[in-house]
Each structure stands twice: as structure tokens, then as C-alpha cells.
């Protein structure tokens, strides 16, 4: 439940995707176009949370874990009123629904890569070796996904489009969003 207390509070731009899909690439230009307006933003990537919190393993049952994991920390420094663009994969309904009730600036943005596309694209060769058996636990391969309900915004990023101009694509569709919700709160003049 979000508090009154907690509007005004930072955003967190929050990029999910399939592992390949640019989430990194576009949280990093998102983070650096964002640190210009207000250096009080931080990026954190799913790669490199995940080393922080050293999970165990790939299962789903960890994964959500994890995912709950990146959203409160988001929560916590939006409160601090810290921007985050956190960048990962965490495609889970409940984590995305747990989002958008507690955070009170919370942006979705879903990238979405056909799986043909990342079986080639991928540089670590993730899908291959998950359909040919020699890893487990791949999203989209062996394990199943949920694409986002709401995201506040779809990328079809599957011929990679230019990262800058898709984080400016975000803040200004942020932008958009938040006029709108601040004008329906001023009253109407007859």
C-alpha cells in the first residue's frame, strides 16, 4: 500500500525482458539521460544484483525470490527519492502487480524480442545450449514466462532499435503520464 506521504517520491523505471532483449544496453542509456536531469539516479542490472544477493540457482522458485528482492531495494531508494532504472529479467505477474502497488512512481517498460531472434542474437549462446539440454532453468526454453499485464510501455526490439532514442522514447512517455495524472487532479474551471 502506498502511503500519502510517499508521492512525490523518486521513480523507478523498471526494463524487463528475456535475457538478450537490450535491457542493459537501454537501462544504462536510460540511466545516463536521466543522471543529467537529476543526479540522484542509480542504475542496477540484474546481472550484477544477482551477484550481490548470491542466490543459489535458476529455478523459479529463486528467481521470484530474487525479483522480490530487486523491488523492494527499488522501493527503498525511491522512497529516498532516488530515481532507479533497474534492468531485469524478474517475469513474474506478482512481482509486477507487488510493483505497481508499493511504488508510487513505478514505470514499466517491456521489451519484447521474438525467441528465434535471441537464439541467434544471444552472445553467450544461453538458448542454444538450453535447447540442445546442456543448461536448465532458461526462461523461454524450459522454464515458462509471463509477459507483463500493463507495461506502460512495448519496445519490439527484435532489429534492435537505437538505445538513446528509446530511453528518450521513456522519459518523455513518463513525462506524458505524469502531466496527464497531475491535470486530472486540478480542478476543472467552468
Not at 76 to 90: E, G, K, Y
Not at 135 to 159: S, W
Request: aromatic share 10%; hydrophobic share 35%; proline share 5%.
Amino acid at each position: 500500500m502506498i502511503d500519502d506521504w510517499q508521492i512525490g517520491s523518486g521513480t523507478v523505471y523498471w526494463i524487463t525482458g528475456l535475457s538478450g532483449a537490450g535491457k542493459t544496453t537501454i537501462g544504462r542509456q536510460l540511466w545516463q539521460l536521466l543522471k543529467e536531469q537529476n543526479p540522484a539516479t542509480v542504475f542496477l542490472d540484474g546481472d550484477a544484483l544477482r551477484k550481490v544477493f548470491s542466490p543459489s540457482g535458476y529455478s523459479l522458485e529463486e528467481r521470484l525470490v530474487l525479483g522480490m528482492q530487486y523491488s523492494r531495494l527499488c522501493q527503498m531508494l525511491s522512497l529516498q527519492n532516488i530515481d532507479v532504472v533497474c534492468a531485469t529479467i524478474a517475469m513474474f505477474h506478482q512481482i509486477h502487480r507487488w510493483n505497481r502497488n508499493n511504488i508510487a512512481n513505478y514505470f514499466e517498460t517491456y521489451l519484447s524480442v521474438p525467441m528465434e531472434i535471441l537464439v541467434n542474437r544471444h552472445p553467450k549462446d544461453l538458448y542454444r545450449r538450453a535447447q540442445t539440454g546442456q543448461i536448465q532453468n532458461v526462461y523461454g526454453v524450459d522454464l515458462p514466462f509471463e509477459e507483463p499485464e500493463h507495461p506502460d510501455l512495448v519496445i519490439q526490439n527484435g532489429d534492435y532499435q537505437d538505445p538513446e532514442e528509446v530511453a528518450r522514447q521513456i522519459i518523455a512517455l513518463k513525462k506524458d503520464l505524469l502531466s496527464s495524472t497531475v491535470a486530472s487532479y486540478l480542478p476543472s474551471h467552468h
